[in-house]
C-alpha cells in the first residue's frame, strides 16, 4: 500500500517522534509512505522579516491565532493536491490539526480514500489554551465534517472513540481506538541507565522521574506538591526531563524555593538518548492527563521496565492494569499520588515486578509496530469501502 501522510506539527514538537516512528514502522510492515510536514512556520527566525514577524505574533496571537489556523486552509489545499497528483498514493492519513480541514477537500478532489488520525478532539483548545481568542464552534465543525467525510478514523483511545461516535453521530465501527506505540528497540529494561545517575549525582538515591513539557494540563502544581513532599527526605532525588514554556516558571519555583540541590533538570535531551535517563529512575511519574489522551511518555516508561504512578483516566486504564503495569490514583489527588510512589520506593520487589510486567505489556501490545498494523488495516478497509463506492457508481452509470 502507498500512503501520502499529511501532518501539521511544527519542528520544535515532541509529537514529531510520534510520526517518525510510526513511518518507520509502516516501512518495516513493507509498505510505502511519504511523510509530509504542511506547517508553513518560517523557521528562519534570525531574518529582520521574521524578527518583525515574531514581534507582531507575541503581540496578535492571543486575538488572531486562530484566524491565522482557519487561513492557512488554501494554501494547505494547494499544497496538498500537488503532493497527491505527483504521488498517486492509494489512501490519503491526515493527522488532525485545530482547525484544518484541508484533507477533507483534498481527498474529495483528488478522488482517494481519506483516514483520519485524531490525537485529540478539538474541544481541547477550549479546556487548555484561554490565552487565545476562540472562534465560536468552528473548530467543532470543521472536526465534525472532516470526520464524517472520511473512511475511516484512527483514535488514541476507547475514551476518545465514544466521546467521537457520540459528537458527531458517527458509526463506532468506523472509528478505531489505537494508543500510541513505543521502539521497544531502544526502549526495554535492559538500557544502563548508570551514566545518567553518575552524571547528575543520583546513585544511591532513590529517583522518582518525568519526562515530557510541562504546561498546565500535565500538572505541575501536583509534581511541585511531591517533590516538597521529600524535602527532607535526603535518599531520593527528582529527574525531571524537558523543555519549553511550561518549564520556565518551574525552574524558577524550583530555584526560588531552595530545592535546586534535589532535583535534577537536564532540559530537552534528544530522544535517542531519552532510554537512558528514564532507566535512571526508580519511579516514573505522570502528575496529570486528560480524558483523551495516550502519553507517549507513559508507554515509553513502562517499555523500559520502569514502574508508572499515573491519574485513573481511561486511557491510562486501558493500558495499566492497577496493581500490576503500574499504580493509578484518583486525578488530581495529591494524598493518593504520595501514596501509590511512597509506596513503591519502599518496595524493590515490588517495583521490579511491575517494571517487568509493564515491558512485556508493551512488547506483547504497544509497539509502534502494533499502531502500524491497526493504522494500515484502516487504510486498507478505507480504500476497499472506497473503490466499492466507485464501481457501484459506475455500474449505476452503465444502468
Known sequence: MKIAYFHYLHGQDTALHHVHQFADAVR????????????????????????VRNTLKRRLSPYLHELKELCWNPRYIIRELDIVRQEQPDVILSRTHFLTASCLAVAKRSGKPLVLEMNAPACESVMYFDEYLHLPLVGEFLERLTAQGAGEVIVVSEALRRYVASRYKLPLEKISANPNGADNARFHPNVDGSKVRQQFGLQGKKVIGFVGSLYRWHGPDLLRNVIDHFRKDH???????GDGHGWEKFRELIASDGLRERV?????????????????????????????????????????????????????EEIIEHGREGLLFPPRNVKAALHSITGLLANAEMRQQMGLAAACKVTQSLTWRHNAEQV????????????????HRDSAGAV
Open 264 to 316: 535534577s533538570l537536564p532540559g530537552q535531551v534528544p530522544h535517542d538518548s531519552l532510554p537512558e535517563y528514564i532507566a535512571a529512575m526508580d519511579v516514573a511519574l505522570l502528575p496529570e492527563s486528560n480524558f483523551y489522551g495516550s502519553p507517549l511518555k507513559v508507554i515509553e516508561y513502562m517499555a523500559t521496565g520502569i514502574p508508572t504512578v499515573a491519574p485513573r483516566y481511561g486511557p491510562l
Open 28 to 51: 518495516s510492515l513493507g509498505h510505502t509512505i511519504s511523510v509530509h510536514a504542511m506547517n508553513l512556520a518560517p523557521t528562519d527566525n534570525g531574518s529582520i522579516r521574521n524578527q
Open 376 to 391: 494500515i488495516a484502516a487504510c486498507q478497509r478505507a480504500l476497499k469501502q472506497h473503490k466499492s463506492r466507485w464501481l
Open 235 to 241: 535518599g531520593v532525588a527528582f529527574l525531571l526531563v
